[in-house]
Structure formats: structure tokens, C-alpha cells
T-cell receptor, first 115, second 113 residues
Framework: DGGITQSPKYLFRKEGQNVTLSCEQN?????MYWYRQDPGQGLRLIYY???????QKGDIAEGYSVSREKKESFPLTVTSAQKNPTAFYLC??????????????FGPGTRLTVL | DQQVKQNSPSLSVQEGRISILNCDYT??????FLWYKKYPAEGPTFLIS?????DKNEDGRFTVFLNKSAKHLSLHIVPSQPGDSAVYFC????????????FGAGTRLTVKP
């Protein structure tokens, strides 16, 4: 069953702790993305990666870090430098190749709450 | 700086009637527009898209209209069904790889039986 998985669904952390959100896809997609959603706002891009071992900052990368060691995996670390980390985090992937304007496929999301 | 705006946070319509969801954008470089649908506890799923070379794209009950001069697009659902109740996001991109996609805040559609 192809798709994007994000774990866990809900995550609680104490202030000052780093936390890593998992994102895995078995769709053989080249590009992967991390978005953040806050109430009343649209999705905002944190980081994206088009190929393994390469990634680019999005609009709100400060306080976050990513890695892309494997095509299937794109974990996001929320560091203690992120001022307001409580949010809903969405991972997405997209095939590239012959149809570069393909839509993104989203995972179910992780709701992070920092106490 | 919200480049894509959905000014109606919610919309309620009767089953069988038309639902019209609106979206405005400010960046004239956007040339590709998408609508996503999101159910609770799930990620958004792609619904329909339109390129700026067109002013209309239709897929079954869903039609997207694009007015480039007004920087406005709308999603029409006819006839609306209770299963259409969800949050709808408008998105826009001006980059060939869609890596610059901007999303609106979403409109919650409720279709009443």
C-alpha cells in the first residue's frame, strides 16, 4: 500500500528539548517537503529536498533542521531554537520527471505540543 | 505576507446546491493553481488544478475558474454532497518545480443533508 507515513500522530515535548518528526514514503517520489500549519494560516514551507543528500530552506526554516540520507525518508528536527514550535506539521512528497508541475501528496500530519 | 488568501473561513450549503469557494492571490508570477481537500486527522489530498493558460478546468462535479486580471480563482462543486464536507485549501505556484507553493488558510465547507 503506497503512501506517506508520519509518526507519531501526537507528540508532546518539554520546552528546550529537541524533537524529531518522522516522514517516510514508499511512492518512489523524488521531492519531499515539510510544512507547518497554524490556526487561521495556510501551510508554510519549512524545508524541501529534491534529491538525496540535498535540501533547501523554505520560508520559515529558522529553528528547524532536516536530513535526506535516503530517498524514502525526510526527518524534521525541531530544535530548542524554534521560538514557537507548537503546531501541526505536514510532510509531503512529489514525483518529478516528465510532469514537473505534479501535485504534492501529503502525509496525515503530526501535532506537536511543547509544554 | 499572505500571497494566497481565502477570505471565508467557513461556508455552509444545502445538499444538492452549488458550493462556491473563493481564493485571491497577489503574486502575478503565479501560473499554476491547485485545490486540496482535507478531512479531519488526515493530510490534504489533491482535488483539481489549473494552469494560467486556461480560465476553466472541469473534473466531474468540480470546476475551477481562473480570472487572471482579478487574480482570483474559485472552486465550484455541483451538486454538493455531504461527503464534500471538509476544509478546502487553495494553493499557487510560479516555479516550474512547484517548490514555491503558497497555500491559503483554508475554507471549511459543511454540506447539510
Amino acid at each position: 500500500d503506497g503512501g506517506i507515513t508520519q509518526s507519531p500522530k501526537y507528540l508532546f515535548r518539554k520546552e528546550g528539548q529537541n524533537v524529531t518528526l518522522s516522514c517516510e514514503q514508499n511512492l518512489n517520489h523524488d521531492a519531499m517537503y515539510w510544512y507547518r500549519q497554524d490556526p487561521g494560516q495556510g501551510l508554510r514551507l519549512i524545508y524541501y529536498s529534491q534529491i538525496v543528500n540535498d535540501f533547501q530552506k523554505g520560508d520559515i526554516a529558522e529553528g528547524y533542521s532536516v536530513s535526506r540520507e535516503k530517498k524514502e525518508s525526510f526527518p524534521l528536527t525541531v530544535t530548542s531554537a524554534q521560538k514557537n514550535p507548537t503546531a501541526f506539521y505536514l510532510c509531503a512528497s512529489r514525483p518529478m520527471g516528465l510532469a514537473p508541475r505534479n501535485e504534492q501528496f501529503f502525509g496525515p500530519g503530526t501535532r506537536l505540543t511543547v509544554l | 505576507d499572505q500571497q494566497v488568501k481565502q477570505n471565508s473561513p467557513s461556508l455552509s450549503v444545502q445538499e444538492g446546491r452549488i458550493s462556491i469557494l473563493n481564493c485571491d492571490y497577489t503574486n502575478s508570477m503565479f501560473d499554476y493553481f491547485l485545490w486540496y481537500k482535507k478531512y479531519p486527522a488526515e493530510g490534504p489530498t489533491f482535488l483539481i488544478s489549473i494552469s494560467s493558460i486556461k480560465d476553466k478546468n472541469e473534473d466531474g462535479r468540480f470546476t475551477v475558474f481562473l480570472n487572471k486580471s482579478a487574480k482570483h480563482l474559485s472552486l465550484h462543486i455541483v451538486p454538493s454532497q455531504p461527503g464534500d464536507s471538509a476544509v478546502y485549501f487553495c494553493a499557487a505556484s510560479g516555479n516550474d518545480n512547484n517548490n514555491d507553493m503558497r497555500f491559503g488558510a483554508g475554507t471549511r465547507l459543511t454540506v447539510k443533508p
